[in-house]
């Protein structure tokens, strides 16, 4: 497709169970982030691909989350033993550059706004 | 630990009025940054990315302007519009340390009526 999509668009799940969120980044691009964003605040990172490789998942908040991108290009975000405080809206983004010196700008998914009961 | 802030947190204008939203961050070992923007319920749209090594940049209506020394950003919306309502998102990207994560201010949510 053209841009970033991502789905679910909403999940609600009870506490204690396990999600999946899935993203597909814009095709050839190399790079793929996940951002959390609380409501009312700004996207915080969570983990960085560079292809299939996690180069990064310092902003991962504990070891409930795990992320994977196995072929290079769809990625999943997956948590589990969902708590309430995981309830926020997941964000993707890709960009083309496969360093962190690329000026190459993020395109951003419209999210899966996850909601834990 | 770059933190950026952006001022207003909210902002209301009548239509026809030009206008600013202000970004700050306290690290200006900055590689780029890049203003976005949030519609309700969905992803951010990027509006303009400015290179540390510039001072401005300009697309249509909109002027952001980087001054990395004095960790100061600007975005400039001329003659707005109802359309222009959302929230605007500031991020900087920093040299070194993690693969190029984007650091994000709270947002301005601006409102402007017709």
């Known amino acids: 497709g053209a841009g970033v999509s991502q789905s679910p668009r909403y999940k609600v799940a009870k506490r204690g169970q396990d999600v999946a969120l899935r993203c597909d980044p814009i095709?050839?691009?190399?790079?793929l982030f996940w951002y959390q964003q609380a409501l009312g605040q700004g996207p915080e990172f969570l983990t960085y691909f560079q292809n299939e490789a996690q180069l990064d998942k310092s902003g991962l908040p504990s070891d409930r989350f795990f992320a994977e991108r196995p072929e290079g290009s769809v990625s999943t975000l997956k948590i589990q033993r969902t708590q309430q405080e995981d309830s926020a809206v997941y964000l993707c983004?890709?960009?083309?550059?496969?360093?962190?010196?690329?000026?190459?700008?993020?395109?951003f998914g419209d999210g899966t706004r996850l909601s834990i009961l | 630990k770059q933190e950026v802030t952006q001022i207003p947190a909210a902002l209301s204008v009548p239509e026809g009025e030009n206008l600013v939203l202000n970004c700050s961050f306290t690290d200006s070992a900055i590689y780029n940054l890049q203003w976005f923007r949030q519609d309700p319920g969905k992803g951010l749209t990027s509006l303009l990315l400015i290179q540390s090594s510039q001072r401005e940049q300009t697309s249509g209506r909109l002027n952001a302007s980087l001054d990395k020394s004095s960790g100061r950003s600007t975005l400039y919306i001329a003659a707005s519009q109802p359309g222009d309502s959302a929230t605007y998102l500031c991020?900087?990207?920093?040299?070194?340390?993690?693969?190029?994560?984007?650091?994000f201010g709270k947002g301005t949510k601006l409102s402007v009526k017709p």
């Open positions: 991020a900087v990207r920093n040299y070194g340390g993690s693969q190029g994560n984007l650091i």
């Open positions: 095709s050839g691009h190399v790079s």
């Open positions: 983004a890709s960009s083309i550059g496969p360093t962190p010196g690329s000026n190459q700008p993020q395109h």
